[in-house]
């Protein structure tokens, strides 16, 4: 019989330090698409006028970051 000792140690997850966020959308009713940003908001209000020209009212939003986990000590 093998046995194991398990050991626990918690970790945090944080966005990698240097780089940034970026934010894209996607109109769900035709194929326009917001110009990526590293600025949430920017991303929001273009889908705004979009669906103030359009009237299309459904996107998909993305949020792309790169992620670094670390042991918490």
């Known amino acids: ?3 194991s000792i398990l050991r626990y140690t918690k970790h945090r997850i944080t966005q990698q330090p240097d ?23 920017t991303v929001d209000v273009e889908c705004m006028s979009h669906t103030g020209r359009t009237q299309h009212n459904r996107f998909r939003r993305l949020c792309t970051s790169v992620a670094l986990v670390e042991r918490a000590e």
Do not use: H, N, V
């Open 1 to 3: 019989m093998r046995r």
């Open 19 to 41: 780089t940034e966020a970026t934010f894209e959308a996607k109109c769900l009713t035709c194929a326009w698409e917001a110009k990526p940003a590293s600025d949430g908001a």
